[in-house]
C-alpha cells in the first residue's frame, strides 16, 4: 500500500518524471532481450554474446537515470551501443536495428530535454561523432551517416524546443504565483494598517467619551452634600474606573502605533466635515458633486468617523486610478440606516478600486459596525462603491 500510494503521490506531484521512468524501462528491457536473443533471431552464430549482453544491461542503466544524471547517463547508452561494433561483426547488428533506433531517438531527446544549453550542444556533438566514428569504421558510407545524423539532430532540436516552451511556461506560472503572494500579502498588510488606524481613530473616539464621563462624574461628586457618604464613594469609583480605563487603552493602542509616530490631537472627522473633504478632492483635479437624501441626523462617533473615512478612501481610488473622471457622492438617510455611494466615470486603466487594497480597508471599517460593503463597475463606465451603515443599532 506504501508504495502504491508513493507511486501515486509522484504520479499527483511529478508525473513527466514517473513517465519518463517507465519509458526508460520499458526500452532497457526491450535493449537487453534484443542482444541476449540475437543469435536465436539471426539463426547464425553472434561473436561474444555474453559481452553483447552486457554492455545491453549497461545502456538500459543509462537510459534508466537518463533524466537523474541528464549528461552522463545517455551518453554512456550511446557509448555501450557504439561499442557493441568492437565485440561483434556490423552484420549481426544490423540485423537487429530496433535498438539502435531507440539510441538514435530517446537518447538524443533526453539529453536536449534535461540538461542546460551548453551540456546539450555538448552531449549532440558527442553523439554525433560516435556515429561518425561508427560509420567510418564498418561502412564508410556518407548517406548512411548523413541519414543516423538527421535523426540525432531533429530527435534532439524536438527535446531542446519543448523543453524550453515548458520551462518557459513554468516560469510564467511561479511569476504568476509570485505576484499572486505578493498581492495577497500586500492586501493583508493593508487591512493590518487599517485595523492599526482604525483602532487609533476610536481610541481618540472613545477615550474623549470617557474623559467627559470622569470630568462630569467628578463635578457631580464635589456637589454632594456632607452626608451624603456612600454616593461619595460611588462616584470615586466610577471617577477611578474611568482613569483606569483610560490609562489601559492608551497602553493598548500604544502597542498599534507605528513606531515613533506622535499621538493625535486634531478633533476627529466625520460627515460633518465633508465639504472641506470635497473641496481638497476637487482641487486635486476630481470634480465631485454631492447629493443628500433625506435628513442628517447626528450620528455616534465611530459610525460618524467610519462613514467619512469610507467616501474619503473611494474618492483617493478614484483620484488615483480612474483617469479623467467625475464623482459622485450620495448620502441617503433612512430611518434605520445611511447609504453611501460614492461613484465615478473614470476611464483609466485603473477600476478605482486601489487594487483591492482600499476596499479591504473599507470592508474591515463597515463589517465593524455590522454594515455592508459593495462595488463593481459603474453602469456607463468608471467605478462604484456602496456601503450601508446601521444607525439604529449604533
Given at each position: 500500500m506504501?508504495?502504491?500510494?508513493r507511486?501515486?503521490d509522484?504520479?499527483?506531484?511529478d508525473?513527466?518524471r514517473?513517465?519518463?521512468?517507465?519509458?526508460?524501462?520499458?526500452?532497457?528491457?526491450?535493449v537487453?532481450?534484443?542482444?541476449?536473443?540475437?543469435e536465436d533471431?539471426?539463426g547464425d552464430?553472434?561473436?561474444?554474446?555474453?559481452w553483447?549482453?552486457?554492455l545491453a544491461?549497461i545502456?538500459?542503466?543509462?537510459l534508466?537515470?537518463?533524466?537523474d544524471?541528464?549528461f552522463v547517463?545517455?551518453?554512456v547508452t550511446?557509448?555501450a551501443?557504439?561499442?557493441?561494433?568492437l565485440v561483434t561483426?556490423?552484420?549481426?547488428l544490423?540485423?537487429s536495428?530496433?535498438p539502435f533506433?531507440?539510441?538514435v531517438l530517446?537518447?538524443?531527446?533526453?539529453?536536449?530535454?534535461?540538461n542546460e544549453?551548453?551540456?546539450?550542444?555538448?552531449?549532440l556533438?558527442v553523439?554525433?561523432?560516435?556515429?561518425?566514428?561508427?560509420?567510418?569504421h564498418?561502412?564508410?558510407?556518407?548517406w548512411d551517416?548523413?541519414?543516423?545524423?538527421?535523426f540525432?539532430?531533429l530527435s534532439?532540436t524536438?527535446?531542446f524546443v519543448?523543453?524550453?516552451?515548458a520551462?518557459?511556461s513554468?516560469s510564467l506560472?511561479?511569476?504568476?504565483e509570485q505576484a499572486?503572494?505578493?498581492?495577497q500579502?500586500a492586501a493583508?498588510r493593508?487591512?493590518?494598517?487599517?485595523?492599526q488606524?482604525?483602532a487609533r481613530?476610536?481610541?481618540d473616539v472613545?477615550?474623549?467619551?470617557?474623559?467627559v464621563m470622569t470630568?462630569?462624574?467628578?463635578a457631580?461628586?464635589r456637589?454632594?452634600?456632607?452626608e451624603q457618604?456612600?454616593e461619595?464613594q460611588a462616584?470615586e469609583?466610577?471617577?477611578?474606573t474611568g482613569r483606569?480605563?483610560?490609562?489601559e487603552?492608551?497602553?493598548?493602542?500604544?502597542l498599534?502605533?507605528?513606531?515613533?509616530?506622535?499621538?493625535?490631537?486634531?478633533p476627529?472627522?466625520g460627515?460633518?466635515?465633508?465639504?472641506d473633504?470635497l473641496e481638497?478632492v476637487?482641487?486635486?483635479?476630481?470634480?465631485?458633486?454631492?447629493?443628500?437624501?433625506?435628513t442628517?441626523?447626528?450620528?455616534?462617533p465611530?459610525i460618524?468617523l467610519a462613514?467619512?473615512r469610507l467616501?474619503q478612501?473611494?474618492l483617493?481610488?478614484a483620484?488615483k486610478y480612474g483617469g479623467?473622471a467625475?464623482?459622485w457622492?450620495?448620502?441617503h438617510?433612512?430611518?434605520?440606516?445611511l447609504?453611501?455611494e460614492?461613484?465615478n466615470d473614470?476611464?483609466?486603466d485603473?477600476?478605482?478600486?486601489?487594487g483591492g487594497h482600499g476596499?479591504a480597508?473599507m470592508?474591515e471599517r463597515?463589517?465593524l459596525?455590522?454594515?455592508t460593503?459593495?462595488?463593481?463597475?459603474?453602469d456607463g463606465?468608471?467605478?462604484?462603491v456602496?456601503a450601508?451603515l446601521?444607525?439604529?443599532?449604533?
Open positions: 506504501r508504495d502504491v500510494q507511486i501515486r509522484i504520479w499527483q506531484s508525473r513527466g514517473l513517465v519518463h521512468y517507465l519509458v526508460a524501462a520499458t526500452l532497457g528491457v526491450f537487453i532481450a534484443e542482444f541476449a536473443t540475437l533471431r539471426i552464430p553472434v561473436d561474444h554474446r555474453a553483447l549482453v552486457v544491461v545502456a538500459a542503466i543509462g534508466l537515470f537518463s533524466r544524471v541528464p547517463a545517455p551518453l550511446a557509448g551501443f557504439a561499442a557493441a561494433f561483426d556490423s552484420q549481426s544490423e540485423d536495428s530496433s533506433l531507440i539510441v530517446f537518447v538524443p531527446w533526453c539529453l536536449a530535454t534535461y544549453r551548453s551540456r546539450a550542444v555538448a552531449g556533438v553523439m554525433e561523432l560516435l556515429g561518425l566514428w561508427v560509420n567510418l564498418y561502412r564508410n558510407s556518407v551517416y548523413f541519414f543516423i545524423a538527421m540525432v539532430a534532439w524536438v527535446g519543448l523543453s524550453r516552451r520551462a518557459q513554468r506560472a511561479e511569476r504568476a499572486e503572494r505578493q498581492q500579502k493583508s493593508a487591512v493590518a494598517e487599517e485595523r488606524r482604525i481613530e476610536l481610541h472613545i477615550a474623549h467619551s470617557v474623559s470630568v462630569q462624574t467628578g457631580v461628586r456637589l454632594l452634600l456632607p457618604e456612600k461619595r462616584l469609583t466610577v471617577e477611578a483606569e480605563a483610560l490609562t487603552m492608551r497602553r493598548l493602542v500604544g498599534l502605533r507605528e513606531q515613533g509616530a506622535m499621538p493625535e490631537f486634531s476627529q472627522p460627515l460633518g466635515t465633508m465639504e473633504l481638497t476637487r482641487s486635486a483635479g476630481l470634480p465631485v458633486d454631492l447629493a443628500v437624501d433625506g442628517p441626523r447626528e450620528l455616534p465611530g460618524d462613514a467619512y467616501v478612501e473611494a483617493t481610488n483620484l479623467t467625475h464623482a457622492v450620495s448620502l438617510w433612512r430611518e434605520d440606516e447609504e453611501l460614492v461613484a473614470g476611464k483609466g485603473g477600476d478605482g478600486s486601489g476596499l480597508g470592508y463597515v463589517t459596525y455590522g454594515g460593503l459593495d462595488s463593481g463597475p459603474r463606465g468608471g467605478f462604484v456602496r450601508r446601521p444607525v439604529a443599532q449604533a
